[in-house]
């Protein structure tokens, strides 16, 4: 018998999907499944990564496989426990484990994704354990072995038995793993996709909410989150969960560490040199990145002080902007998230004169500053609106996330929103998102009831109408513009385009010149569709890729990354 063969499966985004593809965000590629494959490898394993379709379009390749691992957040569990199905019909009872976002429940993970172990949070050195403990030769390590294995949960003649959440890695084990790269090369259209590269973990904001929670308890104002010692703020007296309200990233990956910048320039010089051309360093708020390194060995759990290592983020930018085909412009570099308050004159300089052009998010969430504060928010919305200013200024596109139905939300609220709004327009931003409040596990309001639908409530009608009218104008600034975009699908008479630095899906009316997937194009833009879409002519080509994306096939070339 030989060694035992590994399959990562991503089904992040998939949810009911009968296809096993993505409702949004198609041209993702996230860091998590490439961070598992990682720790495999690290072992010498034999390992492959699909996405859900294939195994959906071809369940019974999975016959060639000894452990499935499967990666989803909690409105993936129907791919998953479809996944799960074909697995048991294909290998019976050889294991299967489930991680991911979906862990932070991992009672209802175990109990409806039909795995034999959920991996909570981290799960570097939980794997690690469990590899050691037999699952390196395909096989479940005992059950007694596993209840000494902290971090996962699993059932037991019938009962989910938890082992507890794994403390957090320190920075300096977490540098320890480094995330796979030659498995981007398995997802389809993978070089015109926005390859995501985890350059900090966790988060830095251990305040908490003000609001009364579901079963009635209410912030004592100790002030131990906000002025106590850094190693104390996750200890609050009354047990509520750290950072905004709404919000779980602080209990379930713990306070922000940094990957070194060694390794973060090995990463994305390593995907480049694989064609990507779109790579977005990710975490909870690229400005925490360097903070850690200021406070160790005292964990980072405060928001605000101290401010930016600026020193620390400029020799990250200027590291990854150096390398060739991002200093020639056949590749872009882009960042995910900032906090509001820690965007200022020098942080918003630095970040224009990297990464100028591209896009950045910015989470508001509320209008209101008594609202924004009571639900433990670090930034206030006059911060955002400042932040919004002075990225703009220094040509740096900001999105701003909002969310309707929040617990605490009034007509009074919502109205100040719908205020804040119109005037981020006149500042100059770029997009603004509206989400509708759904309970996260791990965070505090998690327990509360979901917002209804926006046409249901008077509160979410107001803001959902304020964005849609902001978004209308916004994306009408687009129509006239020579946009470089990456070509993802092509059809009969259009191309599917992305703007390289980010922006609506465009569809692109090709010329003389035949174009392919991960082609780079100039496209000239002449209406909006929609307030989500732009059409226009391809110019010309600027660069030409080859790029595989066919259906993948469960082959020793997929294990190989060579198609």
């Known amino acids: 018998m030989g060694s035992p063969e590994f399959l990562v499966v991503d089904c992040l985004g998939v949810g009911r999907s009968k296809e096993g593809t993505r409702f949004a965000t198609r041209d993702v590629i996230g860091a998590g499944p490439r961070a598992i494959v990682g720790i495999l490898e690290r072992h010498r394993l034999e390992t492959s990564l699909v996405e859900c379709s294939s195994v959906f379009q071809r369940p019974k390749d999975l016959e060639k496989f000894d452990v499935l691992l499967l990666t989803g957040m909690s409105v993936d569990i129907p791919a998953l426990r479809r996944t799960s199905r074909h697995w048991r019909s294909a290998r019976g009872d050889k294991p299967l484990l489930v991680g991911g976002p979906v862990s932070a429940d991992h009672f209802q993970a175990v109990a409806t994704s039909g795995c034999d172990i959920c991996v909570i949070g981290e799960a570097e050195e939980t794997l690690e354990q469990l590899l050691e403990s037999g699952l390196s030769k395909g096989e479940l390590p005992e059950i007694d072995e596993m209840t000494r294995i902290k971090g996962i949960a699993f059932r037991d003649r019938g009962t989910i038995v938890t082992t507890g959440l794994r403390r957090p890695m320190t920075r300096k084990r977490f540098n320890q793993f480094r995330p796979s790269t030659r498995v981007v090369t398995m997802y389809r259209g993978y070089q015109a996709a926005r390859v995501y590269v985890e350059v900090v973990r966790g988060c830095s904001n251990y305040l908490r909410t003000s609001l009364q929670l579901h079963d009635g308890r209410v912030c004592s104002h100790c002030e131990v989150c906000s002025s106590g010692a850094l190693a104390n703020r996750n200890d609050c007296p009354l047990e509520i969960p750290p ?312 082959t020793s070339a997929l294990r190989t990354g060579k198609p």
């Open 243 to 554: 950072g905004c309200g709404y919000c779980g990233v602080p209990s379930f990956f713990g306070p922000s560490r940094s990957r070194d910048v060694a390794d973060i320039k090995r990463e994305v010089s390593e995907l480049l040199d694989l064609g990507i051309r779109r790579i977005v360093l990710s975490g909870s708020d690229f400005l925490d990145y360097g903070r850690d390194l200021l406070v160790e060995p005292q964990p980072m759990t405060d928001p605000r002080e101290p401010g930016p290592n600026i020193k620390v983020l400029e020799t990250l930018l200027s590291e990854l902007t150096s390398l060739s085909p991002v200093a020639n412009n056949e590749a872009v570099v882009m960042v995910e998230n900032l906090k509001p308050n820690f965007v200022t004159e020098e942080t918003a300089a630095l970040l224009g004169k990297y990464l100028t052009g591209t896009h950045v998010h910015l989470g508001c969430e509320t209008g209101s500053e008594e609202h924004s504060k009571s639900m433990g928010r670090p930034s206030s919305p006059l911060e955002t609106l400042t932040a919004v200013r002075l990225l703009s200024e220094h040509n740096v596109r900001p999105y701003v996330y909002f969310i309707h139905g929040l617990p605490g939300e009034t007509l009074a609220t919502a109205g100040e929103t719908a205020e804040i709004v119109g005037a981020m327009v006149k500042m100059r931003v770029e997009k603004i998102t509206v989400y509708r409040f759904r309970p996260l596990p791990m965070s505090s309001f998690s327990e509360f009831k979901g917002a209804p639908p926006s046409v249901r409530s008077p509160c979410a009608r107001i803001i959902v109408s304020a964005v849609g009218r902001a978004n209308r104008t916004l994306i009408r600034r687009w129509v006239g513009r020579d946009v470089a975009a990456v070509v993802y699908g092509r059809g009969r008479k259009m191309a599917v385009c992305y703007p390289l630095k980010h922006g609506p899906v465009i569809e692109g009316m090709a010329g003389r010149e035949r174009v392919e997937p991960g082609d780079i194009v100039e496209v000239h833009i002449t209406s909006t569709p929609s307030d989500r879409k732009l059409r226009g002519w391809i110019v010309k080509i600027l660069s030409k890729w080859k790029v595989y994306i066919d259906s993948i096939h469960f």
